[in-house]
């Protein structure tokens, strides 16, 4: 990185940005003016972002510019811009969640996550587009690998702006397959975290057993820095507890002890997975054997795990109808028809059949970690294929459902294109709150891959 050109800055990951920032190569305005010159470039045809100011967010810029200069500390994130989902609360911009009924909708409070990311010296660029209540009504993103296609949802802004290089982070949510389908779709890095390490505080609320913070990035490396930045404790979520942070980019940089032993595994809807996917995965696993013999295991999963896509409906759903339940009252002629329709099958739900799920979801938890105990990871497409064509629907999250479900890391490696250029991920699922380990762990296949 001896010469850089700042017009270009935008290009860099966020690693060499920060590094860039830190050695006095870049300037965190400069880095966001480049950012904004790509926003101005594309964002008409794509259509990433819900709010933006200019102005805000060079403001932020210029004070991280002047830490530097005066040699004061500099977070993990200094200069760096980030995308913020619009479902997350940010005093600097209004957050409207995806629907009219919140239009004008202006937090006094950033959400914790939001102070995280603002302490390690993010600069908020401004904020992505949701999704209609961060269900599947689309917003107006588009895929930036072609605009006739989805990008995914709900994170549908945050994928799109990270996969076009307007922004080198961005938060994004999952509760079924909300980052690891839009990552899938535009071919960039997603995480989604194992079930309650990062704080929902300040977001808003869908289903609280399944709702789960993630991120996007071009890098395994960059995924790993903001990781480490938001996985803290927060008293105020009260489904976090006081443990340690798992350090992801420390593990990342160490050598694995022993070649990994990954489980293939094809789930209870392989039927509705493409053919263009289950010949990626074939090959994938022939060249990862080949290289390293006997690595991949193809497995199937216990016959409990066929109910449990209809065990996660009953939970989400009537989830949704308690969350939404003032939106339904106030707003119904305004949801889109596929919320409706969910909030009411949610409403016919009863407490019995929640429970009864609830229950079911700690006996796949335990069933899907004996698995874990023999396997260093599980590999498992990201999406049924690549992004459908249409924007009117976000395409199927049936790939991510059980690993939602059972609260376990997952991570979208963008491995895997369509003859028509369009990418597609390998997911990668490792033990629930083992999540340095899985970056790890992906860091090998990579490699192997790579070699």
Request: with cysteine; net charge negative.
């Amino acid at each position: 990185m001896g010469s850089l050109n700042p017009g270009s800055a935008n290009l860099l990951s966020a690693v060499e940005a920060r590094e860039a920032i830190d050695r006095g190569l870049l300037t965190s305005k400069g880095l966001v003016e480049a950012c904004f010159a790509r926003i101005d470039e594309l964002e008409e045809s794509i259509g990433a972002w819900a709010h933006l100011d200019k102005a805000v967010a060079m403001e932020q810029a210029g004070a991280a510019d002047d830490i530097r200069f005066q040699g004061k500390p500099m977070g993990a994130l200094h200069g760096l811009p980030v995308g913020i989902k619009d479902i997350i609360d940010t005093a600097d911009y209004p957050t409207e969640r995806g629907t009219v009924l919140h239009q004008g909708r202006r937090p006094e409070r950033d959400a914790t996550l939001v102070s995280l990311l603002k302490e390690a010296g993010a600069v908020i660029l401004g904020k992505t587009v949701s999704t209609e209540l961060a269900v599947y009504a689309p917003g107006k993103t588009r895929n930036p690998h072609n605009s006739e296609h989805t990008p995914g949802g709900s994170s549908s802004g945050s994928a799109a702006a990270v996969s076009a290089a307007m922004v080198p982070l961005a938060i994004g949510t999952q509760t079924n397959g909300s980052v690891i389908r839009p990552a899938s779709y535009c071919g960039v890095y997603g995480f989604k975290p194992s079930f309650a390490r990062i704080s929902r505080h300040g977001v808003l609320t869908q289903s609280p057993p399944l709702d789960t913070i993630g991120m996007f990035a071009r890098g395994l490396d960059d995924l790993a820095l903001i990781a480490d930045v938001l996985m803290r404790f927060d008293a105020q979520d009260e489904a976090m507890t006081p443990v340690a942070p798992p350090a992801i980019g420390k593990l990342l940089a160490d050598e694995v002890p022993a070649n990994p032993h990954f489980a293939f595994v094809r789930t209870p809807v392989w039927d509705q997975v493409e053919a263009i996917t289950k010949e990626g995965f074939r090959e994938l696993i022939e060249e990862v054997n080949g290289r390293q013999h006997k690595t991949v295991d193809i497995l199937d999963l216990p016959p409990a795990f066929d109910e449990l896509h209809e065990d996660q409906r009953k939970v989400m759903e009537a989830d949704l109808a308690r969350s939404f339940a003032d939106e339904y009252s106030r707003g119904k002629d305004e949801l889109s028809v596929v919320l409706l329709e969910m909030i009411e099958r949610g409403q016919r739900i009863s407490d019995s059949e929640y429970d009864k799920a609830i229950e079911m979801k700690a006996e796949y938890d335990a069933l899907l970690q004996e698995i874990l105990d023999e396997y260093d990871a599980i590999l498992t497409p990201a999406t049924p294929g690549p992004a459908p064509a249409g924007i009117g629907a976000t395409g199927s999250p049936v790939m991510n459902t059980i690993w939602t479900f059972c609260g376990t890391p997952a991570l979208n490696v963008p491995l895997l294109q369509s003859p028509n250029g369009l990418p597609f991920g390998v997911q990668v699922v490792g033990a629930r709150d083992d999540d340095a380990r899985l970056f790890r762990t992906a860091r090998w296949l990579l490699d192997i891959l790579n070699d």
